[in-house]
């Protein structure tokens, strides 16, 4: 991977042409990506946008650069901000560009000057609360997943007709109510039609096939202690 560096504020960052090329996709796709989830960008973590005399020095010293020419704010992405696109495209490319990006372009630091013991602790002591705040941006994510899974869990469940086993546990309390309630076997069949009748008025559906799974027990209840309008 040859990248021509770019340092700022003491870390290297990418054009978004340069992010684009690596990640093998079109710079629209990383600007449209960027726009709709500007919210999870912080400037100076993520990203770094030039504006005014820093943009007219920028271009001044990438004179040969004709992708500059027009551009009225500038955006270099850091190692950071190169993760959340990463996380936006989520291909098998841009992660394994991703990490390529890491080992030979991002983590090669320029003009390193050893730290004194109060500087080293402040670096770790930073990194450590910029890893929390990634930690804690996923748990999030994860949280919203897992209630977005529990509330369609719930919507299907809410869905859910009688099994075939479930339809013969409801037959069964029909036919043992019916019998209980009338010897004559010509009457039955009367009162199987009454039954069925009510179940489908009581429970809003066009066949006790189609009583939720959910409202099973209450059906059976409700056959349980039906009362047939002649005997009422």
């Known amino acids: 991977m040859h990248l021509q560096p770019i340092v700022q504020n003491g870390q290297r960052v990418l054009t978004t042409l340069q992010l684009a090329e690596s990640f093998e996709t079109d710079p629209k796709i990383i600007n449209r990506n960027f726009q709709r989830n500007a919210d999870r960008y912080v400037q100076g973590k993520h990203y770094f946008a030039l504006t005014g005399d820093d943009l007219k020095d920028f271009k001044g010293s ?6 500059l020419k027009f551009v009225s704010v500038l955006y270099l992405w850091t190692e950071k901000g190169a993760w959340l696109h990463a996380k936006s495209l989520n291909t098998d ?16 630091k320029e003009n390193i000057i050893p730290l004194s013991k109060d500087q080293a602790l402040v670096t770790v002591l930073r990194k450590t609360a910029d890893l929390v705040e990634d930690t804690q941006a996923i748990k999030q994510e994860q949280h919203e997943i897992r209630k977005l899974i529990t509330q369609v869990d719930l919507k299907v469940e809410e869905q859910i007709t009688l099994d075939h086993g479930e339809q013969r546990r409801l037959q069964k309390a029909i036919a043992s109510k019916v019998y209980e309630l009338e010897s004559d076997p010509a009457a039955r069949s009367k009162l199987f039609r009454e039954i069925y009748r009510e179940i ?7 066949s006790y096939k189609d009583v939720k799974r959910k409202e099973l027990q209450s059906a059976i209840n409700y ?3 039906w009362i047939p309008r002649r005997v009422s």
């Open 223 to 225: 056959v349980e202690n």
């Open 62 to 67: 990438r004179q040969f650069d004709d992708s």
């Open 200 to 206: 489908k008025d009581r429970f809003a559906v066009a």
């Open 93 to 108: 490319c841009a992660w394994d560009a991703y990490e390529r990006l890491v080992d030979e372009y991002y983590d090669i």
